[in-house]
């Protein structure tokens, strides 16, 4: 059998036999509710009558039913098979999706840490600079110069505040339909060091969403013991 054969799969079309006896079924099954709304219960009689015709109406319904089934049955075969053509070709570009989600979330981490590396080199040169200048402070004050101690000691004020608010804005392109997000990966597991409760959460035995839960609501803060945990980056590609 040819490849375009097996994977041409197609439901099954009814033969205009089938077709005509649809139809008549579709008739009686109409005339059967019509009965049924006719139908009075005052005697006994009309009531043991009643109970047969509740047999005939589920006689019917199974005449229904497997008329139905091997059409029902052809068409989900013929649903799965398209099915899984379209996984079979979307898989490829699924696959494609993550290595260029992973390669933009290195790039971006890359630039993340080099960000962070620079607002400490920022925060070390302010808090060198500070103490430079309280040094300078005291020394001035030992000096008796009082009003340029002063200013000296302000000087460190201004430079302890650059030292606690340095931040470092990262050169990352904006780019439509393209957003990162923070989110954060379970590396390891010490199972003996994992506490039963942990923040009101029962988390014995280690359920993983629920940490997972405990370390988003932190943003990254939490320490649990037996956990260790990293930060990643999210990738997320709109149309």
Request: contains cysteine.
């Amino acid at each position: 059998m040819s490849r375009e054969v097996t994977e041409a799969v197609v439901a099954k079309v009814e033969t205009p036999a089938e077709v005509v006896k649809e139809k008549a079924i579709q008739k009686e099954v109409s005339l059967v509710e019509i009965q049924a709304k006719e139908l009075v219960i005052s005697t006994d009689k009309e009531y043991e009558k009643a109970a047969e015709f509740g047999k005939k109406i589920k006689e019917k319904a199974k005449v229904v039913t497997e008329f139905f089934k091997p059409i029902k049955d052809s068409a989900y075969q013929a649903h799965k098979a398209v099915c899984d053509r379209e996984k079979t070709m979307l898989k490829p570009l699924q696959e494609a999706e993550k290595i260029l989600k992973k390669s933009m979330a290195a790039y971006y981490q890359e630039q993340e840490r080099k960000r962070r590396e620079l607002e400490e080199k920022m925060r070390r040169e302010a808090e060198a600079e500070r103490e430079r200048k309280l040094n300078e402070a005291a020394a001035l004050e030992e000096a008796g110069k009082a009003d340029e101690a002063e200013a000296a000691l302000m000087d460190a004020q201004v430079v302890e505040s650059v030292a606690a608010n340095a931040t470092v804005v990262m050169n990352v392109p904006k780019t439509k339909g393209v957003s990162n997000s923070k989110d954060w990966k379970i590396e390891s597991i010490d199972y003996e060091k994992v506490p039963i409760m942990f923040s009101g959460m029962m988390i014995r035995p280690v359920d993983e969403k629920a940490i997972m839960r405990l370390i988003r609501a932190s943003k990254g803060k939490i320490q649990i013991p037996g956990i260790r945990y990293k930060e990643t980056i999210k990738v997320s590609i709109r149309r």
